[in-house]
């Protein structure tokens, strides 16, 4: 583009050479006529070569606004061009992310058929969890009945409700499953209605269960086999009566001497 804007100036300066060649050419041939009007064909010279020097201007101008546009045009072709370079590269990490992304959705969603393959399978195990523990606190020791039953009640309701998850009700029952086992290493000691009167019970993990009258004249066992209660022999009060004490952590543990059913020898 300077190129052009040299070979403008140059075509400007040979035409204005050639108008005052042309001009004196006119002005000797005017000279060399006896009686010719000089004047106006000096006149006629200048004006031509101010016509010229106006159009070389005016062409001047062009050019350099075609030089400006130009250098517009290709700064805006190279910022086009790195634009689209940009694009490309993000349109390639997108492409990528949307692979990876595909990738993650299948995966959720086998995860999601799997969880609810899971859940259709689990729901009755876990009623059928509800139903066994109900049947062993039913023929188990008759200690802490209102708190066992209650517990029960509450994994019943917590099945019924639609918006506890499979993972709350399962944890739910493995929790009341725990607090029945734990039953069976500890010692435990209640007032309850024992044959129509107020006793103490002691509770020997889940292998015996003893009554003691509030004046401690009185003492009874359980009798699994019969579901009863029958008399404990005097001898033994002492020891039921301590044992709740321990049983209530009134006293450190100790020994107790206290009677036992023997389990029933395999056939």
């Known amino acids: 583009m300077r190129f052009e804007s040299i070979v403008?100036?140059?075509?400007?300066?040979?035409t204005t050479m050639a108008a005052l060649l042309a001009s004196g050419a006119a002005a000797a041939q005017s000279a060399a006529q006896p009686g010719a009007a000089q004047p106006a064909s000096v006149e006629r010279a200048i004006d031509t070569?101010?016509?010229?020097?106006?159009?070389?201007?005016?062409?001047?101008?062009?050019?350099?606004r075609l030089d400006a546009e130009t250098r517009q045009l290709l700064e805006r072709y190279r910022a086009a061009l790195w634009q689209a370079q940009q694009l490309k590269v993000y349109g390639a990490q997108i492409e990528e992310l949307a692979k990876t992304q595909g990738s993650e959705r299948e995966s959720l969603a086998r995860q999601i058929t799997e969880m609810e393959k899971v859940e259709r399978e689990l729901l009755p195990l876990m009623l059928r969890m509800i139903d066994s523990l109900e049947k062993f606190v039913d023929l188990d020791l008759p200690f802490l009945q209102d708190e066992r039953r209650e517990r029960l009640?509450?994994?019943?309701?917590?099945?019924?409700?639609?918006?506890?998850?499979?993972?709350?009700?399962?944890?739910?029952?493995l929790e009341?499953?725990?607090?029945?086992?734990?039953?069976?290493?500890t010692l435990g000691a209640e007032r309850v209605e024992v044959e129509g009167r107020v006793m103490d019970q002691l509770r020997v993990g889940r292998s015996a269960l003893y009554a003691l009258a509030l004046d401690g004249a009185e003492a009874l066992r359980w009798e699994s086999d019969s579901r009863k209660w029958l008399p404990l022999e005097r001898g033994y009060v002492s020891d039921v009566r301590h044992g709740?004490?321990?049983?209530?952590?009134?006293?450190?543990?100790?020994?107790?001497r206290l009677p036992m059913a023997l389990p029933e020898a395999a056939p």
Not at 244 to 256: G, M, P, Q, T
Request: glycine content about 2%; charged content about 30%.
């Open 8 to 14: 403008s100036v140059a075509a400007v300066r040979a």
């Open 176 to 185: 009341a499953y725990q607090i029945e086992v734990d039953y069976g290493r």
């Open 244 to 256: 709740l004490r321990i049983a209530r952590e009134l006293v450190s543990a100790d020994l107790l």
């Open 49 to 64: 070569v101010q016509q010229t020097q106006r159009a070389s201007a005016a062409s001047q101008q062009r050019v350099d």
């Open 153 to 173: 009640a509450n994994l019943r309701r917590v099945m019924a409700d639609p918006e506890a998850g499979v993972s709350d009700k399962y944890r739910r029952i």
